[in-house]
Structure formats: C-alpha cells, structure tokens
C-alpha cells in the first residue's frame, strides 16, 4: 500500500450546538465514508475549541487529496447553516519525524506564513533544531511539516494526551524557525475520532 505523501486540512468553525450535532453523525456516516474514498489513508479530527474542529486527512496522491473534497462537503452539509467559515488546505509532505508508534491524544497544528523563498530554510530549521527540541518532551508522538503553498506550511504535532501537549512548548516558532517565518495562526485540542486504512495483519 502507497505510504501517503499529501494532506488535506480543513479548518470549520460554527455555533458549538451545530458541531456537536455534526460530530455524533461522524462515527456513523463520514468515517466509512472516508474509507471509501479512492486513495484515503489516515483521517484525525480535532475538536479545537467550543466553536471549532479541524480535521486533517492524509492521501497517497495530490490528486486524491483534491478528490477528498467529498468529506469537507459531507461536514458543510451536516452543520447546514450553521457554519460560519470552513478554512481549506492541502499540502505535500515535506518531513515526518516519528518518535513512537503510538495513538496520539492531542494534536497541535501550527499553519505558518513564510518570508518569500523560505520553505527550504524552515526545513532545515525544523531538522537541525526543532526536532531534537520536540524529541525531549514527553509523550511526543511525530512532527509531520506539510507545504500547502509556495510560501505557506502547516507543521502538526502528535502528543499521547492533553496535558502532555499543553505542557510542550510552543516557542519553537518564535526561538527556531522566526527567521522564515511571516505569521502563525495556531490551532490544537484532543482527538476525537482518528481512522486509517490499514490492512488487516
């Protein structure tokens, strides 16, 4: 089976009543959804605040990323007029550092606007210096950094729970990889569903 190598991220935000709805029809209707859909791999949804989920699926191809569009549109049906904005994103792989075959609990995601020409640099920085930060902190799971544009990236971080995520610093960007870095919008909370399409051992 093809190991994934693109991502799609959308970030929804509506009335917390809406997304609480949406979210008991997930287990039932998105996740076999999901598994039908023609190159799908993983799925991860975060419930990252009252008003707010992201959910980050990972594709074997750019082309099945594009065609995972089905699953932001089942979520866009089911909050119906409720939903304020939904935030869309989809990137390559560009690194992954995996410290633990693990299940992660919380998930912290970091999308980053980069100076022009800086997606190279920011690399480097993440492997030279963010990496051995992050594998020193406990229940650090893996550092995926995906390019969702020429000057753009989105950097997510796996931890085993909630307070081990909160207690990991996110100072990184600021004493790592500023240099490259334009802005940072910030998005975290725990897991609450996660699926992938292993094949059975």
Do not use: N
């Not at 809406?18 to 996740?31: C, F, G, K, S």
């Not at 594009?66 to 089911?78: C, F, N, Q, V, Y």
């Not at 030279?128 to 995926?144: C, H, N």
């Amino acid at each position: 089976m093809a190991e994934p190598t693109d991502a799609r991220f959308c970030i929804y935000r509506g009335q917390p009543d809406a997304l609480d709805a949406a979210l008991a029809r997930v287990q039932q209707e998105l996740i076999p959804l999901a598994r039908r859909q023609p190159g799908f791999r993983h799925y991860l949804g975060v419930r990252s605040g009252p008003d707010s989920v992201v959910s980050a699926s990972a594709w074997e191809s750019r082309a099945a990323a594009a065609a995972g569009r089905t699953l932001s549109g089942w979520a866009r049906e089911a909050m119906g007029p409720a939903l304020a904005s939904a935030e869309e994103h989809i990137g390559e792989l560009a690194h992954i550092t995996e410290a633990a075959k693990a299940r992660p609990g919380f998930v912290r995601f970091a999308l980053l606007q980069l100076k022009p020409g800086q997606q190279e640099g920011l690399l480097q920085r993440v492997e030279g210096e963010v990496v051995p930060l992050l594998r020193g902190q406990p229940g650090f799971i893996r550092l995926l950094v995906w390019r969702t544009g020429p000057d753009r990236a989105m950097v997510v971080t796996h931890y085993a729970s909630r307070a081990e995520g909160e207690a990991a610093t996110r100072g990184w960007v600021e004493r790592h990889v500023a240099p490259a870095v334009a802005s940072v919008q910030w998005h975290e909370g725990e897991v609450i569903w996660r699926v992938r399409d292993d094949p059975p051992s």
